[in-house]
């Protein structure tokens, strides 16, 4: 049995049955990977900006057209190996910044004890208001959500799995990850309590020695920097992992616009190795000009980890209740999936682009941990913070939920909606659904399969009864094949089910 190449494929049969809906699901997929990108490119490039006072419009531009040269031409597994030797020294550049700078403000425990003063150690605010930004549960549900899209329904992640010849190899590379995320994540806020002990009572924000709070990682480098090399090294690890970011989108967009929106058009005809190349080559490039050109919107726009949250949240919850519908409920039609992906995206929209007007205007304030500047030895402007201050009405209560409830709100909507479309519309017959492409949490409450249909052989999961012995040629071969062999494969595939009768409907 073959596999699919675009993890949007899966949905098919038990919930996408009609073009336009599964249209609209690519849709969700696309506009995330186009609007998240910019994001990550315009990190490094900033911190590039503080340590050498280059312009953010020069770096910007050269990084994009570094990151476009190598993934067009080498591919996914270009990707992989930069990632892999990228996040070395990603890694190594954060735990050199957090060890000079204990040291420099005297040790873990003035560390922790600067933190605790200053209430920075709270773990357990159990405040239920979702009004309120970070509490226990907004950072606990809004991230279960959050990762569960990123893992689940991520183009990246699909592919990097089906690079692995095992599906034991593959539940290794994702306990890999989760490790590896905690370690890096825990290393990173140790980072921060770190950096707010060095400048506890001079905060380098407040007397504007630096623009935005997202240059404070850059300025400490600079600032504690006392081995030579060492700020080249962090701003190596800071690139690293972006490009690796930024590569693992342009991949896995040009795969999913190759795999979902040009090879259809070609109405069963193949598309060569060669043509294929080029097509994603062209792909990258269009996409990665796209970004690039973002980076200077995003420039104008808050801080980057809210608005980064906020930008994936708003198709995150689409995607992961399309998901969790397609393989836990397929009763769902794809009518009710068309228009509950709307409103999710129409909804977790209107909230996100709410949320920033009413920051960009004033009328959406934090409430931050204290900070001083009792301690610096330098002169510094006043600030003028708290002009008109009382004049600027408060933001829509909507617009005060927590950014990180941002994909639960797309992920109920997106259920709620697709639900009463279903039962007003009329539900799928579950019988047609192959119990393979569903939970086996809901196979215990699913009728017997109609004999008579196997969808499972009218999808790309093509089985080998197909009856072609060159098919299953292929499919035996399908683990060591590249990325562009695959493609060619799925294609030989879909020609060999066209004379199926709801194959056949479909198209």
């Not at 809004?142 to 692995?164: D, T, V, Y």
């Not at 200077?296 to 906020?310: E, H, K, M, P, Y």
């Not at 408060?394 to 009463?420: D, K, P, Q």
């Not at 009218?458 to 040629?473: I, Q, S």
Request: net charge positive.
């Amino acid at each position: 049995m073959s596999r699919v190449q675009s993890v949007l494929h899966t949905l098919e049969i038990p919930l996408l049955t009609k073009a336009e809906s599964l249209k609209h699901c690519h849709c969700h997929l696309l506009s995330f990977q186009l609007t998240y990108t910019p994001l990550i490119i315009y990190t490094p490039a900033l911190a590039f900006s503080q340590v050498s006072g280059a312009s953010l419009n020069v770096i910007a531009p050269i990084t994009c057209a570094i990151c476009i040269f190598y993934t067009s031409l080498g591919g996914l597994r270009a990707v992989v190996w930069t990632d892999t030797l990228q996040s070395f020294s990603m890694i190594a550049g954060v735990l050199v910044v957090t060890i000079l700078g204990t040291f420099d403000v005297g040790g873990i425990g003035v560390v922790m004890e600067r933190a605790a003063n200053s209430d920075r150690l709270e773990f357990f605010n159990l405040d239920p208001n979702p009004l309120v930004r970070h509490t226990f549960w907004t950072v606990t549900i809004g991230n279960f959500f959050m990762w569960l899209a990123h893992l689940a329904a991520n183009q990246a992640i699909l592919q990097r799995c089906l690079a692995l010849p095992t599906i034991a190899k593959a539940k290794r590379a994702l306990v890999s990850l989760a490790i590896g995320t905690l370690i890096f994540a825990a290393l990173s806020i140790y980072c921060g309590l770190v950096i707010y002990a060095k400048y506890h009572d001079c905060d380098p924000v407040h007397t504007q020695v630096i623009r935005k709070v997202d240059q404070i990682l850059p300025f400490t480098v600079m600032d504690v920097a006392n081995i030579p090399g060492f700020p080249g090294l962090f701003i190596a690890g800071v690139f690293s992992a972006a490009l690796s970011s930024m590569s693992t989108n342009l991949n896995a967009l040009s795969g999913v616009i190759l795999q979902d929106f040009i090879k259809p058009c070609l109405r069963g005809r193949q598309m060569s190795e060669k043509t294929a190349s080029n097509t994603m080559k062209m792909i990258v490039v269009i996409a990665g000009t796209f970004c690039t050109a973002m980076v200077f919107v995003v420039d104008q726009l808050g801080a980057i980890i809210q608005l980064s949250r906020t930008v994936s949240g708003v198709t995150a919850g689409a995607m992961l209740g399309i998901f969790v519908l397609g393989m836990m409920v397929p009763w769902i039609n794809a009518r009710g999936a068309l228009i509950g992906g709307i409103c999710s995206l129409f909804v977790a929209g209107w909230v996100a682009v709410g949320s920033q007007r009413a920051i960009a205007g004033g009328s959406l304030r934090f409430q931050t941990k204290p900070m001083s500047v009792d301690g610096c030895s330098y002169a510094f402007p006043p600030s003028n913070s708290t002009i008109n201050e009382q004049a600027i009405e408060e933001a829509f209560w909507v617009f005060r939920i927590s950014y990180l409830y941002l994909t639960v709100i797309g992920f109920t909507t997106m259920v709620l909606i697709a639900t009463l479309v279903t039962l007003i519309t009329g539900p799928n017959d579950p019988r047609k659904v192959h119990r393979d492409l569903l939970s086996p949490l809901v196979h215990r409450f699913l009728p017997e399969p109609d004999k008579s249909e196997q969808p499972i052989a009218e999808t790309l999961l093509v089985n080998e009864t197909v009856g072609r012995n060159d098919l299953c040629e292929r499919t035996r071969r399908y683990l060591s094949l590249s990325l562009l062999e695959k493609s060619r494969l799925q294609s030989c595939c879909r020609v060999s089910c066209i004379k199926s009768r709801t194959y056949s409907r479909r198209l």
